[in-house]
């Protein structure tokens, strides 16, 4: 076994419709983050679990159409609402950790939308997992979100 570990560091700033307590929600409210949040509608949900709060988890497990065990588990350190979002996460195959992150996402004020600036420190293990791969896939992520919260803002008017 190759025992490796990666470090990489990256942050993604995204402009976003309406006000940070607004763009909060899509991080806070079950519903809204799996709009632009779930990226594989062929994987199985074998497990979900989603408790906002200091100290609270999210735990997402699915099955991959070729049978692989996929997994996501977080833990929330800091929750300012319309502010700031810190927690740590790790990634799983089968059993094996794949790697494992701490992220911060800032909200600020920018006239009448918000600016989210999300920092993810991530160390990706035993030569698994590509750095550039995940700041990509984070970044298709965001523009999921901006698309589906201009998809809510237009539906309300």
Not at 92 to 117: I, N, P, W, Y
Request: net charge negative; charged share 25%; aromatic share 12%.
């Amino acid at each position: 076994m190759n025992l490796s570990a990666n470090h990489a560091t990256f942050t993604i700033v995204r402009d976003l419709p309406g006000s940070p307590r607004h763009a909060f929600r899509f991080w806070s409210e079950i519903d809204l983050k799996r709009s632009w949040n779930s990226c594989h509608p062929d994987w199985a949900t074998v497990e979900a679990s989603f408790d906002f709060r200091m100290g609270g988890s999210e735990v997402a497990r699915w099955r991959t159409p070729d049978g692989e065990q996929r997994g996501f588990r977080a833990h929330y350190f800091e929750i300012v609402p319309g502010a700031r979002i810190i927690y740590a996460y790790e990634m799983t195959l089968d059993s094996r950790c794949l790697s494992t992150s701490l992220a911060t996402v800032e909200f600020a004020a920018k006239g009448a939308q918000s600016t989210m600036t999300f920092t993810e420190q991530a160390v990706f293990l035993d030569a698994d997992g590509d750095p550039a791969a995940r700041a990509a896939g984070t970044e298709i992520g965001f523009e999921r979100l901006v698309a589906v919260m201009e998809q809510q803002r237009s539906a309300q008017h």
